[in-house]
């Protein structure tokens, strides 16, 4: 009996190889941002690398189905296997790049965007420079497009902290001093080291803290300021959150502001009880309570409020009078 040669394509071993190459990159390229062996640029070439290769995996997929189609033979496991690992390389590519276009660039947000608390630390841009001029890119070209083909969700996309309402300075009915004392120990509740500090020299004093936090997921720094000032009903807190990098993780800077709230709220209802705390609305102006006046808590004798009237016309001078003072 005669047997026939089995056509064997190298495309299908050939894409599963490939794409298993792309994928290791990818998780090299996370492991190594997530535990800062490499910046922010070499991480996003690295993925760009990574999507490369794995497009060409997919391409040899489909050349290896074509193929088979045609001539027959094995090489479909392989060559699934190769489309699987392929899509997971991409993936993450994808993801990033996907952030960077609804980000819309907004990596600095504040309570109070006209008087923000100051930073000392400045973020080092000029050491990431294709990632900014990849960012600068997408502004251009995919903004546009994304605005053409949905305004409404281009818009929520483009502008996702500049819309946090909640994001607005807040009132506590306690001293600066100890409201200083509560944000220290939220700081270090959750893990970020406080880089620098303006500890309060008088409990009604002005205060800062600054601090340096890490997203859980890709290790991207970011720096959170906050500042504590008097106030008419107690102190005042403002909360500064900026991104060194255009990157996006999982949270955002407006969720690092809200993150900080809810610790010192936590963190006062363990150390003061109930305690109310005021949110101070856009675009209000700070109310001035009427000044308390306090009285004098010696006993006095009360004096008529009237001058006393006789009928023999009859008049006393209280300045000729030789009588002590009843108010001494």
């Not at 996907?98 to 907004?106: A, D, P, R, Y």
């Amino acid at each position: 009996m005669k047997r026939y040669a089995v056509h064997r394509t190298a495309s299908a071993p050939a894409s599963r190889t490939i794409a298993s190459v792309a994928l290791a990159i990818t998780v090299t390229a996370f492991a190594a941002k997530r535990f800062g062996f490499i910046d922010a640029d070499v991480f996003v070439l690295s993925l760009l690398f990574s999507a490369c290769i794995a497009l060409l995996a997919l391409l040899a997929a489909c050349v290896a189905f074509q193929r088979i189609w045609r001539k027959g033979g094995p090489g479909v496991p392989a060559a699934l296997t190769g489309v699987f690992l392929g899509l997971a390389a991409l993936f993450p590519p994808a993801v990033v790049v996907g952030m960077l276009i609804t980000s819309g660039g907004v990596n600095d947000i504040a309570t109070n965007p006209v008087d923000p608390p100051e930073l000392k630390t400045q973020a080092l841009a000029e050491q990431q420079p294709f990632l900014n001029w990849t960012t600068d890119l997408l502004r251009t070209k995919a903004y546009p497009l994304l605005s053409e083909l949905s305004p409404k969700a281009a818009f929520q996309g483009l502008e996702p902290d500049r819309r946090a309402v909640d994001i607005v300075p807040r009132r506590y009915r306690i001293a600066p001093g100890q409201l200083h004392v509560a944000g220290a120990k939220a700081l270090e509740n959750l893990n970020w080291t406080i880089v620098d500090e303006l500890p309060p020299d008088l409990l009604d004093a002005a205060t800062r803290l600054q601090a340096e936090g890490e997203t859980r997921v890709l290790g991207l720094k970011f720096d959170v300021a906050l500042r504590i000032r008097p106030d008419t009903v107690g102190a005042l807190l403002d909360v500064r959150s900026r991104s060194r990098t255009s990157l996006r993780d999982l949270s955002t800077n407006a969720g690092q502001i809200r993150t900080v709230f809810d610790e010192i709220d936590r963190v006062l209802l363990e150390t003061y009880g109930n305690l109310a705390r005021l949110s101070v609305e856009e675009g209000e102006e700070e109310e001035e309570l009427p000044p308390v006046v306090l009285e004098d808590q010696r006993e006095v004798i009360p004096l008529p409020g009237f001058k006393p009237y006789f009928e023999d016309g009859e008049t006393t001078d209280p300045e000729a009078s030789d009588l002590p003072d009843l108010e001494g």
